[in-house]
């Protein structure tokens, strides 16, 4: 595996990849990576011939300078893990490599941006659409693969990869979650013991409501999800909104729209952890 630093050395081995015929996946990433990421990468490793990891903290999309800051950064176990995974680039470049000037495209997709990490996040999802459709670039991949555990941006991506016309496939893949329920993320490593125990709560109630659901009504069933959380101490519900699994807008009831989940953020101590579940 390569570890590259650089826009310049990057396009060379992507260009020399191309030439050769190659099928390229990318998984663009934060680091700190852990299975929920491996499973993205593997089956980026099994649909293409060589797979590109960028593994990236990008600062345009954070709108609390305390979370940048705090953001785990393990560059070197990272790169083990992609190795161990048949990754044939890992590409880590320094933030002035990706942004040698600032970035001022807008992009917008309303209504799905102007929601839920939307609203709580302002600038969020245009500094993502910022890094990824530069990484696109760069890379020029056949496949790009993203988390469902990030619902909405994987939504706004496909909607991105569409109006632009890009000519490469999106690639939902599941959440993994920790064998307790937990899903993964970079952020759990900033959880105390406790904290991480107060954690489990909010998969717990999330699988609740998927079993409460059956014979409740749509708004019951948000009722419950928010009372569940308000009852656990140490946690602080942002928001839960139901909504409709194409237009991220909320819907009332359970016919309204095709597939319905129920998307979540919740305080956990200083930690924000966003989790989802499928309804429908
Ligand atoms: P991040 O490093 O948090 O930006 O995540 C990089 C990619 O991994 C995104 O497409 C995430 O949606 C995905 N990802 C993060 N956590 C998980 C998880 N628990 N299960 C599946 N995908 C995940």
Not at 21 to 34: E, I, K
Not at 132 to 147: I, Q
Request: aromatic share 8%; proline share 4%.
């Amino acid at each position: 595996m390569k570890v590259i630093k650089t826009v310049k050395e990057l396009q060379t081995e992507i260009a020399a990849m191309k030439k050769s015929g190659l099928s390229v996946g990318l998984v663009p990433t934060m680091g700190a990576l852990h299975a929920g990421h491996i499973s993205l990468v593997k089956r980026s490793v099994e649909e293409n011939d060589v797979t590109v990891v960028s593994i990236f903290v990008n600062p345009t999309q954070f709108n609390d300078k305390n979370d940048l800051l705090k953001y785990p950064r393990t560059l070197e176990a990272d790169c083990l893990l992609l190795q161990q995974a048949g990754v044939a680039i890992a590409f880590a470049p320094s933030v002035e490599e990706v942004y040698p000037e600032p970035d001022t495209r807008s992009f917008s997709y309303a209504p799905l941006d102007t929601v839920m990490e939307g609203a709580f996040r302002p600038g969020h999802f245009n500094g993502v659409c910022q890094v990824v459709s530069k990484l696109f670039d760069m890379v020029k991949p056949d496949k790009a693969y993203f988390g469902e555990k990030d619902f909405q941006q994987l939504a706004i991506i496909r909607e991105m990869t569409r109006q632009l016309e890009l000519p490469l496939e999106i690639v939902g893949c599941p959440i993994m979650r920790e064998s307790d329920g937990l899903a993964m993320s970079s952020r759990n490593t900033r959880l105390s013991e406790a904290e991480r125990e107060t954690a489990l709560n909010i998969s717990r109630v999330l699988f609740e409501s998927q079993r409460y659901a059956i014979n409740h009504s749509l708004l019951e069933t948000k009722s419950f999800v928010e009372q569940g959380i308000a009852a656990v101490e140490g946690l602080k519900l942002e928001y839960y909104e139901i909504v409709d699994a194409r237009t991220m807008q909320t819907v009332q009831s359970w016919d309204e729209a095709e597939g319905i989940v129920g998307c979540i953020t919740v305080f956990c101590g200083e930690v924000r952890l966003i989790d989802n579940i499928r309804y429908k």
